[in-house]
């Protein structure tokens, strides 16, 4: 792992920090600032405990003493892995990455087939002379909930004239989740397989079509020279530059929910929120937690693989509740992670959750 990653739970000095932003601290057996001082004396830990953490990385940002208690998770979780003493979801969500390059298991060879649905032609990456590249996530990929969200990047992009190409089953998971799941070893595998694919095509920029895969491609990568951009970046652009507009209105009340990744995590706070600006009849409200004080809807980091053995009220429920208490009529988000978890609780209250792609299909 790199050293720059590794975290250095000796500097803890019992603040607080960590567990005081924690969202799972205080609703789950989970306590990131006990974990610490049990680190710190070599102390015994529950195994269960480091699968409640959902990666959110609020603790690294907080501590004052640049600690990187998430980094610590991982550290525990790939020990947990290494000795096989890992849930059995979590086991099978790394076997399929193992076997077809994503955790679900879904074969690989199906992973542009999301391109059949299109009215469009998308050439392979190394047919454009942009070499330009629309990475997809896995969930986008193979889930019939969310595979609408290529499918509208797309036409976004091809509609302001951007040329791009995919990789189609080239393509593998980026990682992300499977660092934070502990498998370190398979995430280098599945780094240096891209890796590969991108230099083999010369690809010069990548489009991330999820937060978690931007972070992975951007900053977890290591040293190369392509830059990596969220969707949201490129469409706020393309609108700011007019080469992309909106022909409808959209008189409607929308809450937009920061997901981890993209605004905690990389600071991109403004490209959704400008999109959503420049769309006629659209109201914007925030959340009492917003930007990078955003409750982690707790999708990330392997729960989407983990399923608590105890009962709690989840924040993604907490974040539709408020949603609904401030009027709102749509619950916007640019995450499919965030998609399902809040999709789960907004369909018993009657309030639609959309991805943000979603919203710019119904205007352009």
Known sequence: MDSERLSNALMCMQCGMCAGSCPETGITPFNIRKLVRKKQFSLEIDQSIPWYCSSCGECTLRCPRDVKPSEMIFEIRSAL?????IPLSIQKALENTFVQKNPWGRPRSKRGEWLNELDIKVPHVSETESKRLLFTCCI????????VIPINVARALAKGGLEFGTLGAEEACCGNEIRRMGEAGLFEDLQEANLAVFKKYGVKQIIALSPHCMNALKKEYGEHDIPVLHYTEVLADMIKKGSLSFIAPYSK??????????GKQNKIYDAPRNILK???GLELIEFSRAKENSLCCEGGGGRMFYEADIPYVRNSEKRVEEAVEK????????CPFCVMTLEDFATEKNLPVKELSEIVMEVL
Do not use: W
């Open 81 to 85: 892995v290494e000795n096989g003493e």
């Open 140 to 147: 986008q990929a193979y889930d019939p909930r969310c595979m």
């Open 253 to 262: 009340k929308v809450i937009y929910h920061d997901p981890c990744f993209l």
């Open 278 to 280: 420049a769309i006629e």
């Open 327 to 334: 009027g709102a009529e749509v619950l916007a988000t640019s």
